[in-house]
Nanobody
Framework: VQLQASGGGLVQAGDSLRLSCAASGLTFRNAYTGWFRQAPGKEREFVSAITKSATTVYSDSVKGRFTMSRDAAKNTMYLQMNSLKPEDTGVYYC?????WGQGTLVTVSS
């Protein structure tokens, strides 16, 4: 099983980024898939998930700005992040059924 997260970078407040997480060795079908992030000096926190029942949920801090999606044909999940804020800075991790990707760094400057 391998999860490869990509798409992070350095942007300014108000900009957008799209993160991708390509999965191999497993599928999204009937899987809990999620995005988490860890800011410097803080614990990892939940960002968004698509549950086993295909319900999409978001943390209050990103609701209305972030959109999570999945492409089953490409076995890839995405996190579209709009109106980015400096407090969105952190390493973003994808997770599928308790398997974790290596993380991709997002830095938002003010």
């Amino acid at each position: 099983v391998q999860l490869q997260a990509s798409g992070g970078g350095l942007v300014q407040a108000g900009d957008s980024l799209r993160l991708s997480c390509a999965a191999s060795g497993l599928t999204f079908r009937n899987a809990y898939t999620g995005w988490f992030r860890q800011a410097p000096g803080k614990e990892r926190e939940f960002v968004s998930a698509i549950t086993k029942s295909a319900t999409t949920v978001y943390s209050d801090s990103v609701k209305g700005r972030f959109t999570m999606s999945r492409d089953a044909a490409k076995n890839t999940m995405y996190l579209q992040m709009n109106s980015l804020k400096p407090e969105d800075t952190g390493v973003y991790y994808c997770m599928v059924s308790n398997y974790w990707g290596q993380g991709t760094l997002v830095t938002v400057s003010s």
